[in-house]
């Protein structure tokens, strides 16, 4: 009832509040014990790499700081293009930016690979004789597996077993409400794997799934936002249709989206078990979802997942 709901979500809040200093408490005390070096700074405190300094690692950084973990000034990016815009926006961030992915390396204690699957091999080659024991690198490459990693770094020069965490991580990240999964490599260990779900969960919810299912989570989550764009545009088109002002329409069925996904979270429930209890008999809720099914919703929506993660696989083939 609603007196269960509301209970569950203040214990939420707190849960998300009490996570959130355990996951920076946890960053903190990891860093501290750490091999030290350039990576760490004289707080104990892990120093961020991201090599690749686009959308998603925008995305990620600035879920990090956002959910209270570092800061700015502990994160590090690469311009290794160029692109002078792009540096400007980090260093506005307050982010230190250099020219070269080695030198992100020689900076770093957890280095993030957030290019794109065609461009990692290339990548690795480059800075992957420059990897100590002390690096831990977390990839965000869509359909690499951390086994290629491991070999690309060897064949580099770099060390015999390097440590690789994957992940997949959505753009969500940004304001704080990412879908994550994560994955150990071979000489990852359990701490490596806690504290990179740690920091993962500081900017949304991070799951742990072996490395076989991981096309299946792009699928689901790493492409999901843009299913859910879509969904959202289309609501306020249908809004704009019947009547309601663009921004009124838009704003409303965003808010649905995000108060229904909530209650999912938060109450526990089945969505089909949600979804029947708006369903009166008879009534305006029953008559749409009969248009949606008469339209092949759950299957539109079911083949794109299947899609998303049909493509996944591709790229990562000889990967």
Same mark, same amino acid.
């Given at each position: 009832?609603?007196?269960?709901?509301?209970?569950?979500?203040?214990?939420?809040?707190?849960?998300?509040?009490?996570?959130?200093?355990?996951?920076?408490?946890?960053?903190?005390?990891?860093?501290?014990?750490?091999?030290?070096?350039?990576?760490?700074?004289?707080?104990?405190?892990?120093?961020?790499?991201?090599?690749?300094?686009?959308?998603?690692?925008?995305?990620?950084?600035?879920?990090?700081?956002?959910?209270?973990?570092?800061?700015?000034?502990?994160?590090?990016?690469?311009?290794?293009?160029?692109?002078?815009?792009?540096?400007?926006?980090?260093?506005?961030?307050?982010?230190?930016? /250099?020219?070269?992915?080695?030198?992100?390396?020689?900076?770093?204690?957890?280095?993030?690979?957030?290019?794109?699957?065609?461009?990692?091999?290339?990548?690795?080659?480059? $800075?992957?004789?420059?990897?100590?024991?002390?690096?831990?690198?977390?990839?965000?490459?869509?359909? $690499?597996?951390?086994?290629?990693?491991?070999?690309?770094?060897?064949?580099?020069?770099?060390?015999?077993?390097?440590?690789?965490?994957?992940?997949?991580?959505?753009?969500?990240?940004?304001?704080?409400?990412?879908?994550?999964?994560?994955?150990?490599?071979?000489?990852?260990?359990?701490?490596?794997?806690?504290?990179?779900?740690?920091?993962?969960?500081?900017?949304?919810?991070?799951?742990?799934?072996?490395?076989?299912?991981?096309?299946?989570?792009?699928?689901?989550?790493?492409?999901?936002?843009?299913? $859910?764009?879509?969904?959202?545009?289309?609501?306020?088109?249908?809004?704009?249709?019947?009547?309601?002002?663009?921004?009124?329409?838009?704003?409303?069925?965003?808010?649905?989206? /995000?108060?229904?996904?909530?209650?999912?979270?938060?109450?526990?429930?089945?969505?089909?078990?949600?979804?029947?209890?708006?369903?009166?008999?008879?009534?305006?809720?029953?008559?749409?979802?009969?248009?949606?099914? +008469?339209?092949?919703?759950?299957?539109? $929506?079911?083949?794109?997942?299947?899609?998303?993660?049909?493509?996944?696989?591709?790229?990562?083939?000889? +990967?």
């Amino acid at each position: 009832g609603a007196a269960s709901y509301w209970t569950a979500t203040a214990s939420s809040a707190r849960f998300v509040q009490s996570a959130t200093a355990r996951s920076a408490r946890y960053i903190h005390s990891a860093a501290a014990a750490s091999s030290g070096g350039d990576a760490v700074d004289g707080n104990g405190d892990v120093r961020l790499g991201f090599i690749g300094a686009g959308s998603m690692a925008e995305a990620m950084a600035c879920g990090f700081v956002r959910g209270g973990v570092t800061t700015f000034a502990r994160i590090s990016a690469s311009n290794s293009s160029g692109n002078v815009s792009r540096a400007a926006h980090w260093r506005a961030l307050g982010a230190e930016v /250099y020219p070269s992915n080695a030198e992100v390396l020689r900076h770093s204690d957890m280095v993030f690979l957030a290019v794109k699957p065609h461009i990692l091999p290339g990548v690795l080659a480059e $800075v992957g004789g420059g990897a100590e024991d002390r690096h831990l690198f977390v990839s965000v490459a869509t359909g $690499v597996s951390t086994t290629f990693i491991e070999d690309a770094i060897t064949a580099a020069g770099g060390i015999g077993a390097p440590r690789v965490i994957r992940v997949m991580p959505n753009t969500p990240c940004l304001v704080g409400a990412a879908a994550s999964a994560a994955c150990v490599g071979s000489a990852s260990t359990a701490a490596d794997l806690e504290l990179v779900s740690a920091l993962m969960a500081s900017a949304g919810t991070c799951i742990t799934v072996e490395e076989r299912l991981f096309d299946a989570v792009v699928g689901v989550s790493g492409s999901g936002p843009a299913y $859910v764009f879509q969904l959202i545009e289309a609501m306020a088109d249908g809004g704009v249709a019947a009547g309601l002002p663009r921004a009124d329409a838009q704003k409303l069925a965003a808010q649905t989206v /995000y108060g229904a996904a909530k209650m999912v979270l938060e109450t526990g429930d089945h969505p089909g078990l949600l979804k029947d209890k708006v369903c009166s008999p008879g009534g305006t809720t029953i008559r749409a979802v009969h248009a949606l099914e +008469k339209g092949g919703f759950r299957a539109a $929506v079911m083949d794109a997942v299947l899609a998303s993660a049909g493509r996944s696989a591709e790229l990562g083939k000889g +990967k």
